[in-house]
């Protein structure tokens, strides 16, 4: 199977069929940890994400965080781009110690949503915004929708609003890559929550990803994901030689 690599470009021999493979991440079920299920992404996206003026579309946005927070599934509960959309309310929100909502803003801009446990059940609310998008009181609006409708499907959910903090980590200066700077902050997220060790908190993320150029972001989210997708590739093989060899028996 072909995956798409960072060195080509539009103007490669690459068939058709190959340009627009389809690709599966193999990730743990947040429900049932020791269920896997797929997630799909081809290689038009892949090649996306090395188009430094591309826009990334959900498929990046929610391959990227789901696989980023793969081995993370005891601490952070992902709620994937269109997890509201798609669900009518029937499911439940497991409440984790980490909350993280990649938000579509009017299908215009990314931003990140991260619900943090203060204690109990109670979490504190943080939005990590590469541009001044909204006014603190438009975002307190926003957020307490987001907050509602995880009650709806978990009751024991408690959200204090006086806790919001509209963070600005990175001075995104043009009207693509806020995709990219969504998918650093998740990692930022996840390690300020999972490694002790780290000497930084949520209060110096600006001067901790601040300087980083984006390039690199797409260039390592790219990377990062192919990784991945020849990691699951491998183990799904395996799991058929494994299933084959069984019906033998």
Known sequence: MEVYDSSDDESSSSS??????????????PDLPKKTYTFEISNDDLKRIK???????????????????DKYIDTICVLHSL?????????LVQLKQTILHPWNIDDVHWVLLMFDRKSG???????????ETK???EWAMSVNAIAKKIKQRKQMFVYDPNTLRVLQPVIQKDSYNCGPYVCQFVEFCRDWRNNKTLKYDINTI???????????????ILLNLI??????????????????????K
């Open 227 to 248: 990784s991945k997708i020849k990691e699951s590739e491998q183990k799904i093989n395996q799991q058929k030689i494994n299933q084959q060899e069984k019906t033998k």
């Open 83 to 91: 997890f509201f959309k798609q669900d009518r309310g029937e499911r």
């Open 51 to 69: 188009t430094p003026t591309k826009w990334f579309n959900d498929t990046i946005i929610n391959a990227y965080i789901l696989s980023c927070c």
């Open 135 to 137: 006014t603190t009181m």
């Open 121 to 131: 059940n109670t979490y504190d609310a943080y939005v990590l915004d590469s541009m």
């Open 16 to 29: 058709s069929s190959s340009v627009n493979q389809t690709h599966f991440i193999l990730l743990h079920s």
């Open 206 to 220: 600006q001067e901790t990803l601040g300087y980083t150029k984006v390039s690199l972001i797409r260039n390592n």
